[in-house]
Nanobody
Framework: QVQLVESGGGLVQPGGSLRLSCAASGFAISNYAMRWYRQAPGKEREEVALITNAGDRNYADSVKGRFTISRDNAKNMVYLQMNSLKPEDTAVYYC?????????WGQGTQVTVSS
């Protein structure tokens, strides 16, 4: 059974850090482009970060310099290190795997940035 399971979300103060993890099972991520998306209340889901199967990275302008995406193909894991968090980063964060027309999504993990 194919699954993506996110973890690591929670409540953090502005300026703080969190590390999100995405555990894949039922398939090998090595050939997949892996992304993190987020969706805030009342807003559309937006792409936050991408890491290709070759290791190339791309980030939304709103998180550049603060977030870092990484992958460990041997562990079938993807990570999102989030630093200098802001209240506007509050959202549900989703892991996504893509290979041609195949798409897998996780259930999401809540990140709340508040004092």
């Amino acid at each position: 059974q194919v699954q993506l399971v996110e973890s690591g979300g929670g409540l953090v103060q502005p300026g703080g850090s969190l590390r999100l993890s995405c555990a894949a099972s039922g398939f090998a991520i090595s050939n997949y482009a892996m992304r993190w998306y987020r969706q805030a209340p009342g807003k559309e889901r937006e792409e936050v970060a991408l890491i290709t199967n070759a290791g190339d990275r791309n980030y939304a302008d709103s998180v550049k310099g603060r977030f870092t995406i990484s992958r460990d193909n041997a562990k079938n894991m993807v990570y999102l290190q989030m630093n200098s968090l802001k209240p506007e980063d509050t959202a549900v964060y989703y892991c996504n795997a893509a290979y041609y027309v195949t798409r897998y999504w996780g259930q999401g993990t809540q990140v709340t940035v508040s004092s």
